[in-house]
């Protein structure tokens, strides 16, 4: 079992940046990849940037490539999503999520434990 707690959205102006943290619990933490998620209202939730086991390899959405940066600290148990050069479309719900062992990297469907969600608001 993993309980996962996102921190560190707020308001930000359009180019502007913000450090989102995921911590989770559990001692089994390092074994899992861990993923991004974000949900604007109307919309349906989309894959941002995903980590895997090591930390050495990542995956990114198109929409921010070169812009967010995914990050884990395994001693820590925590994981980061850098967000730089903020878009007002980038305003959603974002969700810390923590992959199974089937599915891929990018399916919400592959993923199974999640957080309560932390708000980005970009404001143009």
């Known amino acids: ?19 989102l943290s995921c911590a989770a ?17 109307g919309k349906e939730r989309e894959f941002v940037a995903a980590i895997r086991l ?13 812009r967010f940066t995914i990050s884990r600290d395994n001693a820590k148990n925590t994981v980061y999503l850098q967000m730089n050069i903020l878009k007002p479309e980038d ?13 891929g990297t990018t ?3 592959a993923y199974v434990y ?5 708000q980005v608001t970009v404001s143009s």
Do not use: H, I
């Open 1 to 19: 079992q993993v309980q996962l707690v996102e921190s560190g959205g707020g308001l930000v102006q359009a180019g502007g940046s913000l450090r």
């Open 25 to 41: 619990s559990g001692r089994t933490f390092s074994t899992y990849t861990m993923g991004w998620f974000r949900q604007a209202p």
């Open 54 to 66: 090591s930390g050495g390899s990542t995956t990114s959405a198109d929409s921010v490539k070169g």
């Open 91 to 103: 305003t959603a719900v974002y969700y810390c999520a923590a992959k199974g062992p089937v599915g």
């Open 107 to 109: 399916n919400k469907g």
């Open 114 to 118: 999640w957080g309560q969600g932390t």
